[in-house]
Nanobody, 114 residues
């Protein structure tokens, strides 16, 4: 069983940057991903990092967000630049499976951009 704990979310101004972290008790041989959900909206896949190192992003964040991992720390990151108000959401990391059906999810970290 893998536990995921997100951190780094906070309230920032439009145009600022944040880096979210997701610490895992262990990395599985699986894609790592970030999702987000705003009130009244469906959960949206934001970024993914596959086992080969390939990355993919939602069109809404391409060029602004970067997903990366530190295997020594069992941590996956989401660097978010040029934040917009529409990026406001609860951000989750996930792993253990294949897109978009992951078996392990964190509790989320809130990002508010105003």
């Amino acid at each position: 069983h893998v536990q995921l704990v997100e951190s780094g979310g906070e309230s920032v101004q439009v145009g600022e940057s944040l880096r979210l972290s997701c610490a895992a008790t262990a990395f599985t041989y699986s894609t790592l991903a970030w999702f987000r959900q705003s009130p009244g909206k469906e959960r949206e896949g934001v970024a993914a990092l596959d086992v080969g190192g390939g990355t993919s992003y939602a069109d809404s964040v391409k060029g602004r967000f970067t997903i990366s991992r530190d295997n020594a720390k069992n941590t996956v990151y989401l660097q978010m630049n040029s934040l917009k108000s529409e990026d406001t959401a609860l951000y989750y990391c996930a792993t253990g499976g294949s897109w978009p059906d992951f078996g392990y999810w964190g509790q989320g970290t809130q990002v508010t951009v105003s």
